[in-house]
């Protein structure tokens, strides 16, 4: 398990786990009848399995017959890291507000939010986390957190930046008409993501997409990330 082909590189994080596995005495061909293993992108696409039928696919997300480093938890919890900081580059280009003395909301109590709630409480912020469960809340006020209920959502409150890390719509006319109007709403969440984006537009609340963050602002992390996981699974399964 050496050598590997890398059919899809126009992802800067590839060139990154590339390098690092050359640098760590792998090598690469171009021929993938030659390679002891695939290397594919996060997300990978169905497109990219065809002609790789019985060979050793290493790809981040989804259901294909292979490898996903995108389910290991280390992968995640480094990741999620990665991304509550592209989430706070974003709100820092998209306010003239700083972090400090903010009201921040944090929806959702997953491996992002925790990321983020722990490095906005350093920062200063007044951080507000909503959770479906009361363990989650638990957890979110033990780590110096207020917290509230999704129900809570649709009270008026005076929050600077929310980050919502809820993969479905939680913000609908209801809960943004809740909302100052220069209130500044960054969603992290995948497709179709937890805002009503045409009523945001209606009522002038700024709806930053903080989809792949990673990939936007720490590539090379997030590169060398993929590399050092595809490493350590192949010491685990196939040595």
Do not use: W
């Not at 993938?32 to 992108?41: G, Q, R, Y």
């Not at 809570?152 to 100052?180: M, R, S």
């Amino acid at each position: 398990m050496k050598t590997f082909s890398l059919p899809y590189d126009n992802d800067e994080r590839m060139i990154y786990a590339k390098n690092y596995l050359l640098s760590h005495g792998f090598e690469i061909t171009d021929d993938n009848d030659k390679a002891d293993f695939i290397l594919l992108p996060v997300p990978a696409k169905k497109y990219m399995f065809d002609h790789l039928d019985g060979k050793i696919v290493f790809y981040g997300a989804g259901d294909y017959d292979g490898i996903d480093y995108n389910t290991r938890e280390e992968f995640l919890i480094y990741n999620a890291y990665l991304t509550a900081e592209g989430g706070i580059a974003l709100l820092k280009e998209n306010s003239k507000k700083s972090i400090l003395f903010s009201n921040i909301l944090i929806t959702g109590y997953g491996r992002i939010a925790k990321a983020l709630s722990r490095y906005l409480i350093s920062m200063g912020a007044n951080v507000c986390v909503c959770a479906r469960s009361e363990s989650a809340r638990l957890q979110a006020a033990a780590s110096g957190a207020s917290t509230i209920t999704f129900e809570e959502l649709k009270k008026p409150h005076g929050y600077d930046f929310i980050f919502n890390t809820v993969p479905h719509t939680i913000f609908t006319k209801t809960e943004l008409d809740a909302l100052e109007s220069d209130t500044v709403i960054i969603d992290l969440a995948s497709f179709p993501g937890g805002v009503d984006t045409l009523c945001a537009k209606s009522r002038g609340i700024k709806l930053v997409d903080g989809r792949a963050l990673p990939s936007r602002y720490s590539p090379e992390s997030a590169g060398i990330l993929i590399a050092k996981t595809v490493i350590k699974i192949i010491e685990e399964e196939f040595n």
